[in-house]
């Protein structure tokens, strides 16, 4: 089995792309067979080696890499042209000059009856001369119909007559996509084309090239896209954004890579899967037909799941080396201990990073802040005295003082609990008064206690 996954470097690798290469990938390795990534370059104006660049660097970020060197489809060109020249010798493609304000004018009688617009076929049968200037099309098959077996969507199948006799050399010599991308999969032995459901009309034109140079077909499986929450086409704001974006906000691989696998995909009842069960697994024939819709909720929780289950020193180091530390919080000796407890209730390790400043700055009470700070000044007096005497080397200490003064007081919990984190943090939301006094430390707790005490 040889499968490929062959992006545009028109842009970034984005959630849907990167889903279609983990599935070609995982097809690939589950049948112990050779992925390849093919750049489809031929558009010369917007292929940047930037993006190039990029998407190499998101796949193996992912833990995707070819198993051959990556193809670059504008150094076949001499090839595909060779091919369109001997498909004109054989009488199954055609010289056309017809000038594009005939085009148009047939597209807006076509538009007016309310057709599809389509090629009308006025050069088909004149068996013009190929001069310079006019283009090559492709003889479609004017009867009977085209069809296939996908391995997601069933039997796909269409009227001949509804395929127009498409380009495959353009005026200027050069090859069109649709052409380059059926020679490509010929010569690099695809068997399998993993791709979006936005290429099937690609393909029932790429099926009849291929049939046309007596060529196997290779097996088709179209994946239905991934909409946003609400149905609609993703967009920045929710899931196109570049995956190299997703790790820099602090998302691990192996949680990117489970949420993308459940994009359409299931297993059984399970959520988590390592790549060796993946690969067990995984058989694109189980590929879910209806449209996947991303989760930002689910994409959290399986990011939040693997920052828990990450070995504590390891996280220490990946963010110390991703992400930019202050030297306070990096010569803390509590400082595992501070992630250690926020990564139980981030997201991802931006937001992590966000938390760990309290830690080691005292907070801005700002006046609103402040007027929200509902406490006897007495009553918060009377606790820092005391807690200048507990013993801070022991966090269970730190919670029976607590205890102890609430019941001497004949205090609930939030009387004190909820004046004294925003005291302590300058946030509402924050981890348990015991954890922060113990990872705040005594001095600077009672500091930030006199901070407010003198505002």
């Given at each position: 089995m040889r499968t490929r996954f062959a992006p545009s470097p028109t842009g970034h690798l984005h959630i849907g792309g990167a889903r279609t290469a983990i599935f070609a990938w995982l097809q690939a390795k589950a049948n112990n067979g050779k992925f390849l990534i093919r750049f489809e370059d031929t558009d010369k104006e917007r292929s940047e080696k930037e993006y190039v660049d990029s998407i190499i660097?998101?796949?193996?970020?992912?833990?995707?890499?070819?198993?051959?060197?990556?193809?670059?489809?504008?150094?076949?060109?001499?090839?595909?042209?060779?091919?369109?020249?001997?498909?004109?010798?054989q009488g199954l493609a055609y010289s056309c000059n017809v000038s594009p304000e005939r085009l148009e004018e047939v597209r807006k009688i076509q538009q007016q009856n309310k057709q599809q617009p389509r090629y009308?076929?006025?050069?088909?049968?004149?068996?013009?001369?190929?001069?310079k200037g006019n283009v090559i099309r492709f003889k479609m098959p004017l009867d009977g119909v085209t069809t296939f077996e996908d391995q997601v969507l069933k039997t796909i199948s269409i009227n001949n007559k509804e395929l127009d006799d498409f380009i495959i050399l353009r005026s200027d010599g050069t090859p069109t996509y649709n052409f380059c991308a059926a020679i490509d999969d010929l010569e690099m032995q695809i068997t399998n084309v993993i791709r979006g459901d936005d290429h099937i009309t690609n393909t029932l034109k790429q099926?009849?090239?291929?049939?046309?140079?007596n060529s196997e077909l290779p097996e088709y499986a179209h994946l239905p896209m991934v909409l946003s929450s609400s149905g609609k086409r993703l967009s920045k704001r929710e899931g196109a954004v570049d995956i190299q974006e997703y790790k820099k906000m602090g998302y691990l691989k192996e949680a990117m890579v489970n949420y993308l696998i459940k994009l359409g995909w299931s297993y059984k009842e399970q959520e988590l899967f390592s790549v060796d069960e993946l690969i067990k697994y995984f058989d694109i024939k189980d590929v879910n037909s209806s449209a996947a819709k991303f989760s930002q909720e689910l994409l959290d929780f399986y990011n939040n799941h693997y920052l828990k289950k990450f070995k504590l020193e390891g996280l220490y180091e990946y963010i110390n080396e991703n992400f930019s530390l202050s030297e306070k919080f990096i010569n803390n000796n509590k400082k595992t201990e501070i992630i250690d407890l926020l990564r139980e209730g981030s997201n991802n390790i931006s937001?992590?990073?966000?938390?760990?400043?309290?830690f080691y700055e005292d907070p801005y009470l700002t006046d609103a802040i402040i007027?929200?700070?509902?406490?006897?000044?007495?009553?918060?007096?009377?606790?820092?005295?005391?807690?200048k005497?507990?013993?801070f080397k022991d966090k269970l200490l730190i919670g029976v003082f607590i205890d102890s003064f609430l019941s001497k007081n004949n205090l609930k919990f939030p009387l004190l609990g909820k004046p004294l984190r925003l005291i302590l943090t300058g946030k509402s939301?924050?981890?348990?008064?015991?954890?922060?006094?113990?990872?705040?430390?005594?001095?600077?707790?009672?500091?930030?206690?006199?901070?407010?005490?003198?505002s």
């Open positions: 660097n998101s796949l193996k970020w992912l833990g995707i890499e070819p198993d051959e060197k990556p193809i670059f489809q504008s150094d076949q060109i001499s090839k595909h042209r060779e091919i369109a020249l001997d498909l004109l010798k009308d076929g006025f050069s088909r049968d004149l068996n013009l001369p190929h001069e099926i009849n090239i291929l049939k046309a140079l937001e992590l990073v966000d938390e760990l400043t309290f007027n929200s700070i509902q406490i006897d000044k007495n009553l918060l007096v009377l606790f820092k005295e005391e807690l005497e507990v013993n939301n924050a981890p348990s008064i015991s954890d922060l006094l113990y990872l705040i430390g005594k001095e600077n707790c009672i500091n930030r206690i006199d901070n407010y005490l003198n």
